[in-house]
């Protein structure tokens, strides 16, 4: 099987002939690739992005000086960093004055440099794209309602409007989200996704529980979800999937009733547990569940290979992507090794 094959037979419930797997990583050090080979061998998915910011146009670079670098990004936000840092903090949103959200007009859909993915120009893109379908299955990407309208509106702001002010707070997702919606469509269109489809990367939750509460989420949120999930899938989107850190099952039966087909990244220090999801949603498409936070990092080796093959096991008959949330600097290359090893070992079912 071709990665493409293999992860939409998984997704279709179908037996592969291996374990089709899907990780990200913060880096590659070059032990790694010396001792294992090209990052390519670690994953059968590429999942593509373009700039989907409100306010494309407005970023600039605002200058350096005293270890300090500040900018305005793709949402109109002024941000600024430390040399070295990988966080940045938020100096100003672009929706600071809620009176603005009926006037706030955003860039178009369809602009062409949303699509350059770091190439001169959109053939180069095109090409780009081309190669990733011979060598992946490539999924499109957009955030969702509830974390790029905290870009917009700024994070703390965001959450006191849907606790203080849920009229204010929908007409601010409604508006992110069907964004969101043009710029994922246009995705499909351009990079040929028909036949695989999109992921929603949306954090809406913590290890204990969602950000808010149930009833918030169906009122605010929910029927922008609707809209974005029924327009990919109208424009030719076979699959699509929710990412969300933490512990989403307070939210999931009303996701799937929208129109998700899978979930990532199952993270089990916040009680998402792959076992349990399958027994409870058996059609649901279930993507990682190796613990990165845990396992991965503490170790020891025959920890992680027990674990996936717990989780290998669970995807003998597809519906099942393995993969961790991100690897960090943090996962020894002998446990990663051993995840990988296993993968290639027990996870070949031919």
Known sequence: MTPKQRVLGACAFQHPDRIPRYDDFWSVPLEWTTRLGSPDEF????????????????????????????????????????DGAYFYEVLETPLADATAIDSLQFDPPGLEERFLLGCPNLVEAQAAIAREHERFCVFGKTGGPYLRSSFVRGEAQFLMDIAGDPPLAQAIAEKVGDHLLRVGVEEIQRWGLQDTGM????????????????????????????????????????????????????????????????????????????????????????????????????????????????????????????GTHSISPEVPLDHFMAYHLTCQAYGNFR
């Open 43 to 82: 994953t059968d998915v590429a999942i593509r992005v373009p700039l989907e910011g409100t306010f494309v146009t407005r970023r600039r670079s605002l200058g350096e000086g005293q270890g300090w670098r500040c900018w305005v990004d793709e949402w109109g936000r002024t941000l600024r960093t430390r």
């Open 199 to 322: 992921w929603i990367f949306d954090d809406v939750a913590y290890n204990s529980g969602p950000l808010f509460s149930a009833k918030s989420f169906e009122r605010i949120f929910l029927p922008a979800y609707r809209r974005m999930i029924r327009a990919y899938k109208q424009a030719g989107a076979r699959y699509v999937f929710f990412h969300s850190d933490g512990n989403i099952l307070p939210l999931l039966d009303m996701l799937i009733d929208a129109g998700i087909d899978g979930i990532n990244p199952l993270e089990r220090r916040a009680g998402m547990d792959p076992v349990e999801l399958r027994r409870k949603y058996p059609r649901l498409v279930l993507a990682g569940g190796v613990d990165n936070t845990d396992t991965l990092i503490n170790g020891p080796a025959s920890r992680v290979e027990s674990e996936v093959k717990a989780l290998i096991d669970l995807g003998r008959d597809g519906g099942l992507i393995i």
